[in-house]
């Protein structure tokens, strides 16, 4: 937002969407299973402090983040709750911050927990963990051995409180189901035996957004989803589909639109040359904005490397399935040559009324899309005013606090 209130970017954030899909989440929940919310990577890119307040304010009381940071601005954001973290503190200060805003901890390894054993200790605080068990994603956590040994250093300490056992699954949306039974077995009988030498974890989960959805039966005590409540499904074989809605918007204004003739080359290297006479916006986002970005995974088996070859020549020919498109007044348009660090051009009809100033709607992967850009939280439809600041905060702080 500049000084006299104008934005040329900025994301919409529909607070009913959001709604709605956690309400679709808890509709697949058995009876007595907790909700942890992922939101994680700025609530998937949807502004963190606002969707955990959001899902608060439905009931939602467990939190899941990846680093301390991400915790600590929960936290200092206001938000109440449970905040688990989901990777290792390796530090005695970090660990301190995070017992003096009752953060969750996770303990992945023996070290960890010596280190939570110490500090609790020498600080007199509560430490709540959740013990995280690896069998098969091969990221963090402990085996069966780790694991009562573990059990057995912390019971020596009445400051620690063993809240959660979990494990995260490597392929839940894969067609082959026998890996992931594989892991859902070893995490049971690590369970079971903890259980054998007396030590009893209230909340024992395993199941992310494609777990909850292809096994049922993996629910547990509760499940930890992120991907779903950001309105998607995981990418791969999902049985059991829900009626999501997304509810980010990526949106810009046009700051420039030109009639260019027929033949006229569009941009760095003239990758593009004008087929008929046209009107070419710029508009303000590039890939610095995350535009155009595609993540760049080795291919995952023949098909998948196939499909990405195919992909590539397809797009080589301008095929117009696979052209990037923005949307304008509820049309469709291509983005044309190659999408600058900071801008990108589209074609536009050359007959079309485009004023400077109007507003498009930009395809910005939300994982992507920079964290310090603006949202806004919209109900029913009605975008609050982008030179309206109270708007803004308007939905989460008014609804928060009811
Ligand atoms: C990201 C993450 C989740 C959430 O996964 P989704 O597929 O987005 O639901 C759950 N658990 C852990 C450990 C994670 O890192």
Redesign the pocket.
């Known amino acids: 937002m500049t000084a006299d209130g104008w934005a040329d970017k900025w994301i919409e954030i529909d607070v009913d969407d959001i709604r709605w899909n956690l309400e679709q989440v808890r509709s697949c929940l058995q009876e007595g299973v907790r909700l942890i919310a ?1 939101v ?1 990577a700025n609530a998937y890119g949807h502004g963190a402090p606002e969707v955990a307040r959001i899902l608060y304010q439905q009931g939602v009381d467990f939190f ?1 983040v ?1 680093y301390l940071k991400e915790a600590l601005a929960l936290r200092h954001s206001g938000l109440r709750g449970s905040i688990l973290l ?1 990777t290792p503190l390796i530090t005695e200060d970090q660990v301190q911050e995070a017992l003096e805003n009752h953060i969750t901890l996770s303990i992945t390894s023996l070290p960890e927990a010596e280190l939570i054993d110490k500090v609790s200790r020498l600080s007199k605080r509560i430490a709540t963990v959740h013990l995280k068990v690896d069998t098969g994603l091969g990221r963090f956590g402990m085996d069966l051995e780790q694991a009562l040994q573990c059990c057995e250093a912390l019971n020596r300490n009445s400051n620690i409180y063993i809240e959660g056992i979990y494990t ?1 699954m490597a392929e839940g949306a894969a067609r082959n189901t026998r890996y992931t039974l594989n892991q859902f077995k070893r995490f049971r009988e690590v369970i079971n035996q903890l259980q054998d030498r007396g030590y009893h974890i209230p909340i024992c989960h395993c199941a ?3 777990v909850l959805l292809n096994y049922p039966h993996m629910q547990l005590d509760a499940v ?5 409540l950001s309105g998607q499904h ?1 990418v791969g074989k999902i049985s059991h589909r829900l009626e999501l809605r997304d509810p980010y918007r990526f949106k810009c204004r046009i700051i420039s639109v030109r009639n260019l003739k027929k033949g006229s080359y569009l941009g760095y290297n003239r990758t593009y040359r004008l087929k008929h006479a046209a009107k070419v916006a710029v508009l303000p986002v590039g890939y610095h904005d995350g535009l155009a970005l595609a993540v760049d995974n080795r291919p995952s088996g023949l098909v998948d490397l196939l499909k990405v070859l195919a992909k590539t020549v397809l797009n080589y020919f301008h095929f117009p399935r696979l052209q990037m498109k923005v949307s304008y007044k509820g049309h469709l348009y291509p983005v044309r040559g190659k999408v600058f660090m900071q801008m990108c051009l589209v074609e536009l009809p050359v007959d079309l009324e485009v004023q400077v100033g109007d507003e498009v709607e930009v395809p910005i992967r939300k994982t992507l899309a920079l964290g310090s850009l603006m949202r806004l939280y919209v109900r029913e439809g009605k975008a609050g005013k982008v030179d309206n600041d109270q708007y803004v905060s308007y939905v989460v702080e008014e609804e928060f606090n009811e």
Do not use: D, I
């Open positions: 992922v994680k899941a990846s989901l995260h992310n957004s494609a930890r989803v992120g991907t779903l995981p």
